[in-house]
């Protein structure tokens, strides 16, 4: 199955049964733009680990690159995740909190 | 002492409350609230540089006959120099900020005139109230008195989606209060904890605390308050993970209240990331946490918007995406990155409004924001489409309209700081915010037109139509004459990095 194909099988999982709006190839394609949009970004944003060592580049870019081969396509679930619940808006917010937090006492302190 | 800078903040609250005095007297009350809006952008114009301190109580340093019959005590310290007023600074950074928050508040209430029932009432009140709150955010020296108005700008916003008759308005609404239950006191206790450790509110005698050694800049009180003033910081802008509930925002607020809200969350943007590299720039993580929230904004808002099927949630996320070129500039840390940030800051705010009042248009005459459910506007308003082609131009950076010159600089600016990776980075999403505006322009213009959509309004008003070519005209003069607004942004840039360029 080609990733065209997972993409159109995802939106219909998640847009569920009772959703009769049909995917459209504007929509696919929409989603497909965004998923190679997002991993491009990452592995260039992760580039700027050789600011802190190279060879930690040069894996964490590999290690990103799998990662996002296997588990592809990330946009339908990152879409899913970043819906309009307050449940999930909620844990990020806290997620958000605990990560700043750390890393400005922490990491202030410790780096 | 100069008292056109406090009267920036009196004069819109004071025509939110006068208008509603006027209730029913609509033709009377378009008048008067158009003269009084048109204040909003001249104040800037007319008002000197300098510093305002509320009730006349400068500093000692400033007042020898009062500090002349003092103790060496007080006056042979640094109690000498704090200031013990809340103080209003205005210097050439404000001013184009203050001018530009007028300038899109005159267009967006003249919008709105036309375009609701009633211009009275409570929508205009918080448009008034909100332009108030955020240039009282953007003078104000005291970091006390920038939380109360920041908490105003909050309940504007959430005010003026409470009165938009859009479908879902009172959930979001709702959802966005209880979001800022958590992070405004989160934000209020990082400031307690900044006035417990320095003993002070205002911004410059907390910086004086800290570089002249009254206080350890490693105390872990003041690492604890730093990271929950920018977690306040990524509530009130709108960054990741607020990013979602900022573009359901604008998305259900009325076009012209959607243009003022963008327009609030990126002077707030901005206002709050000057005081964290004024006071927390020693601090290595600071610059950091400011890139990596600038990056992931842009990443996920513009990723986001273009899998979105709504035009005005599309624009709320771009706006959010957009955003993050903000972050990117300031977070450079050197001085032409800063002003090719703040620069992006004033092109964002003009171009985002620009778009929200454009597609407003198709919203104002359908009642329908869905993508799929559109068609065949361009032969209804061929000039229309025509401005709304060239505010989504301008989004993307095309020449030579105003964002591609910030753009530009930002670039330039991450590949000088040693960041190319950056620069691609912005590139790539431009591009994608390109294709992301055409697929709305193709849904909603070129398309044929479906056969079951309705037209509920026939005529575009002509204020609306006024505002947009206004629009266009900054959009070119910005871009074609760049100076007229980096000029005023430098020195506060400059002051900023701290002598990197």
């Given at each position: 199955?080609?990733?065209?194909?997972?993409?159109?099988?995802?939106?219909?999982?998640?847009?569920?049964?009772?959703?009769?709006?049909?995917?459209?190839?504007m929509?696919?394609?929409s989603?497909?733009t965004?998923?190679?949009?997002?991993i491009?970004?990452?592995?260039v944003?992760?580039?700027?680990?050789?600011?802190?060592?190279?060879?930690?580049?040069f894996v964490?870019?590999?290690v990103?690159?799998m990662?996002?081969?296997?588990?592809?396509p990330?946009?339908?679930?990152f879409?899913?995740?970043?819906?309009?619940?307050?449940?999930?808006?909620?844990?990020?917010?806290?997620?958000?909190l605990?990560?700043?937090?750390?890393?400005?006492?922490?990491?202030?302190?410790?780096? | 002492?100069?008292?056109?800078?406090?009267l920036?903040?009196i004069?819109?609250?004071?025509?939110?409350?006068f208008?509603?005095?006027?209730h029913?007297?609509?033709r009377?009350?378009?008048?008067?609230?158009?003269i009084?809006?048109?204040?909003?952008?001249?104040?800037?114009?007319l008002?000197?540089?300098?510093?305002?301190?509320?009730?006349?109580?400068?500093?000692?340093?400033?007042?020898?006959?009062?500090?002349?019959?003092?103790p060496?005590?007080?006056?042979?310290?640094?109690?000498?120099?704090?200031?013990?007023a809340?103080t209003y600074?205005f210097?050439?950074?404000?001013?184009?900020f203050?001018?530009?928050?007028?300038?899109?508040?005159?267009?967006?209430?003249?919008?709105?005139?036309?375009?609701?029932?009633?211009?009275?009432?409570?929508y205009?009140y918080?448009?008034?109230?909100?332009?108030?709150?955020?240039t009282?955010?953007l003078l104000?020296?005291?970091?006390?008195?920038?939380?109360?108005?920041?908490?105003?700008?909050?309940?504007?916003t959430?005010?003026?989606?409470?009165?938009?008759?859009?479908?879902?308005?009172?959930?979001?609404?709702?959802?966005?209060?209880?979001?800022?239950?958590?992070?405004?006191?989160?934000f209020?206790?990082?400031i307690?904890?900044?006035l417990?450790?320095?003993?002070?509110?205002?911004i410059?005698?907390?910086?004086?605390s800290?570089?002249?050694?009254?206080?350890?800049?490693?105390?872990?009180?003041?690492?604890?308050?730093?990271?929950?003033?920018?977690f306040?910081?990524?509530?009130?802008?709108?960054l990741?993970?607020?990013?979602?509930?900022?573009?359901?925002?604008?998305?259900?607020?009325?076009?012209?209240?959607a243009?003022?809200i963008?327009t609030?969350?990126?002077?707030?943007?901005?206002?709050?990331?000057?005081?964290?590299?004024?006071?927390?720039?020693?601090l290595p993580?600071?610059?950091?946490?400011?890139?990596g929230?600038?990056?992931l904004?842009?990443?996920?808002g513009?990723?986001?918007?273009?899998?979105?099927?709504d035009?005005?949630?599309?624009?709320g996320?771009?706006?959010?995406?957009?955003?993050?070129?903000?972050?990117?500039?300031?977070?450079?840390?050197?001085a032409?990155?800063?002003?090719?940030?703040?620069?992006?800051?004033?092109?964002?705010?003009?171009?985002?409004?620009?778009?929200?009042?454009?597609?407003?248009?198709?919203?104002?005459?359908?009642?329908?924001?869905?993508?799929r459910?559109?068609g065949?506007?361009?032969q209804?308003?061929?000039?229309?489409?025509f401005?709304?082609?060239?505010a989504?131009?301008?989004?993307?950076?095309?020449?030579?309209?105003?964002?591609?010159?910030?753009?530009?600089?930002?670039?330039?600016?991450?590949?000088?700081a040693g960041?190319?990776?950056l620069?691609?980075i912005m590139?790539?999403l431009?591009?994608?915010?390109?294709?992301?505006?055409?697929?709305?322009?193709?849904?909603?213009?070129?398309r044929?037109?479906?056969v079951?959509?309705e037209?509920?309004?026939?005529?575009i008003?002509?204020?609306?139509?006024?505002?947009?070519l206004v629009?266009?005209?900054?959009?070119?003069i910005?871009?074609?004459?760049?100076q007229?607004?980096?000029?005023?942004?430098?020195?506060?840039?400059?002051s900023?990095?701290?002598?990197?360029?």
């Open positions: 199955m080609n990733l065209y194909d997972l993409i159109v099988k995802k939106i219909k999982d998640i847009q569920g049964e009772g959703d009769d709006a049909a995917i459209t190839n929509s696919t394609s989603m497909l965004a998923e190679i949009t997002l491009s970004s990452i592995l944003a992760l580039v700027m680990l050789r600011m802190v060592n190279n060879v930690l580049m964490a870019v590999l990103v690159l990662a996002a081969l296997i588990a592809m990330l946009m339908p679930h879409k899913k995740e970043q819906n309009d619940s307050l449940a999930s808006m909620m844990f990020y917010v806290i997620l958000a605990a990560i700043v937090i750390t890393l400005f006492y922490w990491g202030n302190l410790n780096v | 002492m100069n008292l056109l800078i406090p920036m903040v004069v819109p609250i004071l025509c939110a409350l208008l509603n005095l006027l029913k007297k609509d009377t009350i378009k008048t008067i609230a158009i009084l809006a048109l204040l909003l952008p001249a104040l800037p114009l008002a000197n540089y300098g510093l305002h301190y509320f009730g006349g109580y400068a500093p000692l340093i400033e007042n020898p006959t009062l500090s002349n019959n003092l060496s005590l007080i006056t042979g310290t640094a109690l000498n120099t704090f200031h013990p809340i600074s210097q050439s950074a404000q001013k184009i203050v001018f530009i928050l007028g300038l899109v508040g005159l267009l967006a209430i003249f919008t709105s005139l036309y375009e609701t029932r009633r211009p009275s009432g409570v205009g918080m448009m008034f109230m909100g332009i108030a709150a955020v009282a955010i104000t020296d005291d970091i006390f008195n920038l939380y109360v108005f920041f908490e105003i700008a909050a309940l504007a959430v005010g003026i989606v409470l009165v938009s008759n859009v479908k879902g308005n009172y959930e979001t609404a709702l959802k966005y209060m209880i979001l800022g239950g958590i992070a405004a006191p989160l209020l206790l990082g307690a904890l900044i417990g450790v320095t003993g002070n509110v205002n410059s005698d907390i910086i004086y800290l570089q002249n050694g009254l206080v350890d800049p490693k105390n872990p009180v003041l690492l604890m308050a730093c990271g929950l003033i920018v306040g910081w990524l509530y009130g802008s709108g990741p993970p607020f990013h979602t509930i900022k573009s359901a925002i604008y998305s259900k607020a009325l076009p012209s209240g243009a003022l963008q609030f969350s990126v002077f707030i943007f901005i206002a709050l990331g000057i005081i964290i590299l004024r006071i927390f720039s020693y993580f600071s610059q950091w946490v400011i890139l929230a600038s990056l904004a842009m990443i996920l513009i990723t986001m918007a273009i899998v979105q099927t035009i005005k949630r599309m624009i996320f771009l706006a959010v995406g957009e955003l993050g070129y903000i972050g990117i500039g300031l977070g450079l840390g050197t032409f990155g800063i002003t090719a940030g703040l620069f992006q800051a004033v092109n964002e705010v003009i171009i985002t409004a620009f778009l929200f009042i454009g597609f407003g248009t198709v919203l104002y005459q359908t009642r329908v924001s869905d993508t459910k559109l065949g506007m361009l209804r308003n061929p000039l229309v489409a401005l709304v082609l060239i989504g131009f301008a989004m993307a950076g095309v020449p030579p309209l105003n964002a591609f010159q910030s753009k530009l600089m930002l670039i330039q600016a991450s590949i000088t960041f190319p990776e620069g691609v590139i790539l431009s591009i994608v915010t390109f294709m992301t505006f055409m697929k709305a322009f193709h849904a909603v213009f070129l044929p037109k479906p079951d959509l037209l509920k309004n026939e005529d008003p002509k204020a609306t139509i006024i505002t947009l629009f266009l005209v900054v959009c070119i910005i871009g074609l004459f760049p007229v607004v980096t000029s005023y942004l430098q020195p506060l840039a400059t900023l990095a701290g002598g990197i360029v």
